[in-house]
């Protein structure tokens, strides 16, 4: 063909094309209401698959509501539409720990669970064998214990969860202290589990209760005598601007024992 100038300007109509198409979708995404906008937002923090499941995640949402009357259907509506954006929030951070551990959510055994609940998320870390947490009888990490730590802490701290700590031991054979039982135990690895929150950045007003149960509260599987060692952390949404510029202390926080210990 004769003449002709070549296609550089096929690639440089092509970019044209794109950034208008972004420009017209930044317009629209503005001009929407605030729940778009927030989910919007919350997307490109934690990308999830879209458009959203029944079932997605790890809690599945039922949208399966009933209307109990016209006057406040409107409110209703909007009332749903808030759970269901901070439902489907949730459950994308709950897969995003599961992926950033590299833990199949569906696993029997595994070492860690996550649910779902009505203000947050309930993380349970087992002390298992194959992957225990902590040493034995000890409130020393191991080096898988001090991983899920880490990443633990940057999720609290990035998404202003406030925090509870639940500590659950067995019985203690192997400690060289007399008297040291798990009651004691499950109060230290609470705290041990609080202080390491808190050395990788969790604020310390983050946490609102740090608590032993020693072995009145068996696990979820009666037949897995494993799960029974384990630190259950109750993860709440709050407000991020409570925290802003926070000194970063740490402080101590009571360690309580939620029931009477038997007599010896």
Do not use: C
């Not at 209703?76 to 439902?87: E, N, P, T, Y």
């Not at 990490?141 to 031991?169: C, K, P, S, Y």
């Not at 024992?257 to 038997?262: C, D, G, L, Q, R």
């Amino acid at each position: 063909m004769a003449g002709g100038g070549g296609g550089a300007w096929k690639v440089a109509y092509a970019d044209f094309v794109t950034a208008m198409m972004a420009l017209f979708m930044v317009l629209w995404i503005s001009a929407q209401d605030k729940e778009i906008l927030i989910a919007t937002s919350q997307y490109f923090q934690n990308p999830f698959r879209s458009p959203i499941e029944a079932s997605s995640g790890v809690m599945p949402y039922n949208n399966n509501r009933t209307s109990t009357s016209s006057g406040s259907g409107a409110g209703d509506k909007q009332a749903d539409r808030g759970k269901q954006i901070q439902m489907t929030f949730l459950n994308s951070v709950a897969a995003d720990f599961y992926r950033l551990l590299h833990l199949d959510e569906n696993l029997e055994q595994k070492s860690i669970d996550i649910q779902v609940t009505t203000d947050g998320l309930r993380v349970t870390l087992f002390d298992r064998g194959k992957r225990p947490l902590f040493k034995p009888d000890s409130t020393e990490f191991t080096e898988w214990g001090g991983f899920i730590m880490q990443n633990l802490a940057w999720m609290i701290e990035r998404h202003a969860f406030n925090v509870t700590i639940d500590g659950h031991a067995g019985p203690v054979t192997t400690s060289k202290e007399k008297n040291y039982t798990s009651w004691e135990l499950s109060a230290d690895r609470a705290n041990a589990s609080r202080r390491m929150l808190v050395h990788y950045a969790v604020d310390p007003r983050q946490i609102e209760r740090v608590t032993g149960y020693a072995d009145t509260r068996p696990g979820p599987d009666p037949n897995d005598p494993e799960t029974n060692d384990r630190v259950t952390l109750n993860l709440t949404l709050k407000a991020r601007s409570q925290f802003k510029d926070s000194k970063l202390v740490d402080t101590p926080v009571p360690v309580t024992v939620s029931a009477t210990e038997p007599p010896r």
